[in-house]
């Protein structure tokens, strides 16, 4: 059963969360911004209108997140006295203290993430390293472990371009992950994640380490204005390779992008190549190559303003082989995050998705200064 300790200690966190988030000035904002609405011409500017929804949403949604921690403190509260006057069960109220304090958590947590780009969606790319059939397979294997964390967080996914290993696995793949603060909590999987197991692929048994490398950038919406030349653009179309039926072979549906790329701050020039099979629509798929290309160009500007930050770069590995993040080591049932030190024996439950651990303890160790 939980202590009277425990009891206020919910209270002080609900309290915390009023302050930090300023929900008083919230619910007076969600009231102004509402009556922007209210004008007769609002929906004859339908992109400035789409704009302005979204930022009622967004406000609401910290409201709405709030009183769901507020109303379960209560609740909390009230059974804590239940249990006390005989009236309920210890267990009963064990477990809905447990529930407040994920309510809590979860809030906590996504209030670190304040950077413009957080509540973005991602862009999730996926390279096999050296080893051919044996790292192919450890991409597919990330692959699906960041599905299973995606569909159990009610994110919206797409697969915009998938190359299939020579025997098995994936050499590489590109996710689209749609929703709220998607790239806040995925940021922190941009690296190099290593695998050590005995191989299914080795005849002697023998213990093997592979790697793959994780790549996220935000993927950006409409809202934010990216600069793209048309004359620095060109396009090939090809036939789309791999399952999904006759027609998938006989069209060409697929495109790719090429953009000639020269960095403003450096000089540097280089091809930016993005292959998107998404859909058999091939003006579809050249939509989906843009938005890419769109992300892409956000992220190399937001790179550029987290390079100054020496402060945080000098905490943060280098996307490089030898510097991994991460290590997934089977036989010995362990999941070691190399840059926090959060590591489990869940191996299992790693696989399928359950991340939340890892991207709490990145968040709790390098949010505060990233918002610097």
Known sequence: MITQEQLKE?????????????????????????????????????????????????????????????????????????????EMEE???????????????????????????????????????????????????LMRMYLRWCEAHGYKTSIANLLEGDEAGIKSCTINVEGDFAYGYLKSENGVHRLV????????????????????????DDTIEVRVDPALLSWDTFRSGGAGGQNVNKV????????????????????????????????KNKENAMRQLRSILYDKELQHRLQEQAKIEAGKMKIEWGSQIRSYVFDDR???????????????????????????????EFAATDQQ
């Not at 919910?10 to 009231?31: G, P, W």
């Not at 929804?53 to 949604?61: C, E, N, P, T, V």
Request: hydrophobic share 35%; no cysteine; glycine share 6%.
């Open 252 to 283: 060409e549906s697929g495109v790719r992008l090429r953009y000639q790329f020269t960095d403003p701050y450096t000089g540097e020039k280089e091809e930016i190549l993005i292959e998107n099979t998404e859909t058999r629509d091939q003006p």
């Open 334 to 364: 362990r999941v070691k995050d190399h840059r926090t030190g959060h590591q489990t024996s869940d191996v299992g439950g790693v696989m399928d998705g359950d991340l939340d651990g890892f991207i709490k303890a990145y968040l709790m």
């Open 10 to 86: 919910t209270a002080e966190r609900r309290d915390a969360l009023a302050r930090y988030l300023d929900i008083d000035s919230k619910r007076i904002e969600v009231e102004e911004e509402e009556l922007r609405t209210h004008v007769p011409d609002f929906w004859e500017h339908p992109k400035e209108a789409q704009a302005q929804m979204k930022k009622i949403k967004d406000l609401q949604a910290w409201i709405d997140g709030y009183e769901d921690v507020a109303d379960a403190v209560e609740e909390l509260t009230i059974a804590f006295e239940f249990v006390k006057d005989g």
């Open 197 to 220: 197991r005995v191989s299914p692929y080795n005849a002697q048994g023998k213990r093997m380490t592979s790697f793959a490398s994780v790549f996220v950038t935000p993927l950006v």
């Open 91 to 141: 267990q009963e109220l064990d477990a809905i203290y447990a529930s407040v304090i994920d309510k809590i958590e979860r809030l906590e947590l996504r209030n670190m993430l304040r950077r413009e780009e957080d509540k973005l969606g991602v862009v999730l790319k996926i390279n096999s390293g050296a080893g051919g059939t044996e790292s192919q397979d450890w991409a597919q294997m």
